[in-house]
C-alpha cells in the first residue's frame, strides 16, 4: 500500500510503498480530459493517498491506481524513472553527489543551522522557504544542503556569501516578467525548485557528454 506521496517540480512524484519508492512523472497534457487539471501546478501538488493506499487522487477526481505506479511500464502519461530507498527519497541530486562529486561531504540528517550557514540565511528566511514545500522539514533540509553541496563542488569552491541574493540568469531568462523569482532565495521561497535545479541538470549533462 502507498504510505506517502510527494509532489515534485516537473509533474514529478515520490510515492512510498512499504520498503521502496517510486520516483514517476506524469504528463498531464498526454493523458486525456481527467488529467488535465494537473497541468496546473497548484492543482498538481494536492495529491493525496487514495482508497486505504490503493491510488492517489487529486482535486477534481482524478486518480492513479498503485497498479499502474507499481507496474514499472512506461505510458503516453506516466513515465518511471527510478527506485530508491525511502531515506533517500525527494532527493534527486544524491546519485550524483554519491557518485560523481568525490569529497561531497553528506550528512546522515543535516540540521536548520547548517543550511543556514552553508548559504548565509537570515533569521526567518529558511522558515520561509521550507514553507513553501508540501514535505517534511527533514527532507528539504536534506534537499537544500545537497543543493548546496552540489553548487560547491561544481560551480564554487567556496560559496559566496549571499549568493542565493545574487542575480539568477536562468531564472530571469526563463520568467522575465516575473521579476520577484530573478535570485535564488526568491525561487526557493517562491516554490519554484525548478528554477535553481534544472540548470545544474544541464550542467551535469554536458559534463557527462563532455
Not at 488529467?35 to 487522487?57: A, N, Q, Y
Not at 521579476?179 to 521561497?189: E, P
Given at each position: 500500500m502507498i504510505t506517502e506521496v510527494l509532489p515534485d517540480s516537473h509533474g514529478q512524484l515520490?510515492?512510498?510503498?512499504?520498503?521502496?519508492?517510486?520516483?514517476?512523472?506524469?504528463?498531464?497534457?498526454?493523458?486525456?480530459?481527467?488529467?488535465?487539471?494537473?497541468?496546473?501546478?497548484?492543482?498538481?501538488?494536492?495529491?493525496?493517498?487514495?482508497?486505504?493506499?490503493?491510488?492517489?487522487?487529486?482535486?477534481?477526481?482524478?486518480?492513479?491506481?498503485?497498479?499502474?505506479?507499481?507496474?514499472?511500464?512506461?505510458?503516453?502519461?506516466?513515465?518511471?524513472?527510478?527506485?530508491?530507498?525511502?531515506?533517500?527519497?525527494?532527493?534527486p541530486l544524491l546519485p550524483i553527489l554519491r557518485h560523481g562529486t568525490p569529497g561531497a561531504a553528506l550528512r546522515d540528517q543535516p540540521e536548520r543551522h547548517h543550511v543556514q550557514r552553508m548559504f548565509a540565511l537570515r533569521e526567518g528566511e529558511l522558515d520561509s522557504v521550507l514553507r513553501a514545500y508540501p514535505v517534511p522539514e527533514g527532507l528539504m533540509l536534506h534537499r537544500l544542503h545537497d543543493l548546496g553541496v552540489f553548487l560547491g563542488h561544481h560551480l564554487y569552491p567556496d560559496l559566496p556569501v549571499a549568493l542565493l541574493r545574487r542575480p539568477w540568469l536562468y531564472a530571469a531568462h526563463r520568467c522575465p516578467r516575473?521579476?520577484?523569482?530573478?535570485?535564488?532565495?526568491?525561487?526557493?521561497?517562491f516554490g519554484r525548485l525548478d528554477l535553481v535545479e534544472d540548470p545544474l541538470w544541464a550542467l551535469v549533462r554536458a559534463e557527462v557528454a563532455g
Open positions: 515520490w510515492v512510498t510503498v512499504g520498503s521502496r519508492t517510486l520516483h514517476v512523472q506524469l504528463h498531464p497534457l498526454r493523458g486525456g480530459q481527467r488529467l488535465l487539471p494537473l497541468h496546473l501546478p497548484r492543482v498538481f501538488s494536492k495529491v493525496s493517498v487514495h482508497e486505504g493506499g490503493l491510488g492517489l487522487l487529486w482535486p477534481g477526481g482524478a486518480t492513479v491506481s498503485l497498479q499502474t505506479l507499481s507496474s514499472h511500464r512506461d505510458t503516453p502519461w506516466l513515465t518511471h524513472l527510478g527506485v530508491v530507498p525511502p531515506r533517500e527519497r525527494y532527493r516575473e521579476q520577484h523569482l530573478h535570485t535564488m532565495l526568491s525561487c526557493l521561497t
